[in-house]
């Protein structure tokens, strides 16, 4: 910038109008929505709904997975309950969530 231009800066010749509030909401109505930067930035995923046999077989597989590494007997012990409360878990929650489909299924027969 040379000096002509510094001494007699085009930005200063702008002016600027105030707006009242009606011009204001106008503005805000009849302006273009903006996008929603939360939903583009968001790169997440709909998380998967695992089944109850997903879950089972899911610990059949971690059973089959630690009879093939080279473990002591009382680590593997202490995997086989482990692995078994889960899968005792599992049914119990399986067998749970059967017993609340019919009981909903039994009051849209009576409906």
Do not use: W
Request: with cysteine; aromatic share 10%; proline share 2%.
């Amino acid at each position: 910038m040379n000096l002509e231009e510094y001494i007699d800066y085009p930005e200063e010749k702008k002016t600027y109008e105030v707006l009242s509030d009606h011009e204001i909401g106008n503005l805000a109505i009849n302006s273009e929505p903006k996008e929603d930067i939360s939903d583009k930035d968001d790169d997440s995923t709909e998380m998967h709904q695992v089944t109850h046999n997903e879950a089972l077989n899911a610990t059949y597989l971690l059973e089959q997975y630690l009879l093939q590494q080279d473990l002591c007997n009382t680590a593997q012990l202490k995997y086989d309950k482990a692995l078994s409360n889960l899968q005792k878990m599992i049914r119990k929650l399986q067998n749970t969530s059967f017993k609340q489909l019919d009981f909903e299924a039994f009051f849209e027969l009576v409906d």
